[in-house]
């Protein structure tokens, strides 16, 4: 009985080491898949800029936005300066 008993053991023991390399190779195979796969949407992706402190020769700052906002942020830059441009002289009339 002691001998079947540890047969049956042996025998398990050898299928779950023989199924081991099976699975791991299973899950390597995904893994790389899930790693590589891009955002959904690029603007999402968040980027670091540095800028330099306004007045000081070696002082910068790093500055991270998604894409997204990075292009709110040049759009009212823009606007700021056209505005300023536009209304340039108007004050002391």
């Given at each position: 009985?002691?001998?079947?008993?540890?047969?049956?053991?042996?025998?398990?023991?050898?299928?779950?080491?023989?199924?081991?390399?099976?699975a791991?190779?299973?899950?390597?195979?995904?893994?790389?898949?899930?790693?590589?796969?891009?955002?959904?949407?690029?603007?999402?992706?968040?980027?670091?800029?540095?800028?330099?402190?306004?007045?000081?020769?070696?002082?910068?700052?790093?500055?991270?936005?998604?894409?997204?906002?990075?292009?709110?942020?040049?759009?009212?830059d823009?606007?700021?300066?056209?505005?300023?441009?536009?209304?340039?002289?108007?004050?002391?009339?």
């Open positions: 009985m002691k001998i079947i008993q540890a047969c049956a053991l042996a025998a398990a023991a050898a299928g779950l080491l023989a199924s081991a390399p099976a791991a190779q299973t899950a390597a195979a995904t893994a790389p898949a899930a790693t590589s796969q891009k955002p959904a949407d690029p603007n999402n992706e968040v980027v670091c800029e540095k800028q330099e402190i306004t007045g000081s020769r070696i002082g910068s700052r790093r500055i991270c936005m998604t894409r997204a906002k990075w292009a709110e942020r040049r759009l009212q823009r606007q700021e300066i056209e505005k300023a441009q536009t209304n340039r002289g108007m004050k002391g009339e």
